[in-house]
């Protein structure tokens, strides 16, 4: 495990670089080859979109996230999924391209909802505050997705599922990084991926 701080991260991000993102993604992948990895894995959705920036120079095999989500979407029998994470990500085509090669579909949520829930991750949940009326907003949002015809929601951000899970959301949540995290021990421990 390497990783960064995440304000090394959010300040490329904040800035647009999405190739110094990707260098600093790298640049951890190399020291985990080095420590002996036999593949690598990121459980933080948004900097996959620095991915294509750097995957020809990776040292190891990488176990895609939006790929892990959308097997088991498939496997589970889901057809339409609503993304949550942060605007970075919900803007971007890290789920879209691998959703879409799956033969999924998606919904990103309107505009309004994609800055108030980045609003709510980046403010909140990575510092650690739950409040009652971001879980409200977030099953708002969700719901507008089922309404949209969405059958099950992707949780596309590390903290989005600790306030959103099973039993409140108005989908079926896909826990994008429980779902890493499984796909990566199926793959460390059996060779293959889930």
């Not at 260098?23 to 992948?29: I, N, T, W």
């Not at 020291?31 to 948004?46: E, H, R």
């Not at 190891?60 to 088991?72: D, F, G, S």
């Not at 496997?75 to 890290?94: A, P």
């Amino acid at each position: 495990m390497h990783s960064y701080s995440l304000a090394e991260y959010v300040q490329c991000i904040k800035n647009g670089n999405w190739q110094g993102v990707g260098e600093l993604m790298l640049s951890s992948a190399n020291k985990l080859a080095k420590s002996g990895a036999d593949f690598l894995i990121c459980p933080d959705n948004t900097i996959h979109q620095a991915l294509p920036y750097i995957e020809s120079r990776l040292p190891l095999p990488w176990l895609h996230i939006a790929e892990v989500v959308a097997t088991k979407a498939l496997d589970s029998g889901f057809r339409c999924l609503g993304l949550t994470g942060t605007r970075w990500l919900v803007d971007s085509e890290v789920y879209p391209e691998k959703l879409t090669a799956s033969g999924l579909k998606y919904v990103r949520p309107i505009p309004a909802d994609r800055d108030e829930v980045s609003r709510i991750i980046m403010d909140e949940l990575v510092y650690g505050i739950f409040k009652p009326g971001s879980v409200a907003y977030l099953q708002r949002v969700i719901g507008r997705m089922k309404e949209d015809g969405c059958d099950a929601v992707v949780l596309g951000c590390t903290e989005i599922p600790l306030i959103m899970h099973d039993l409140n959301s108005p989908l079926p949540p896909l826990d994008s990084t429980r779902l890493l995290a499984l796909a990566a021990l199926r793959r460390a421990v059996q060779g293959k991926v889930e």
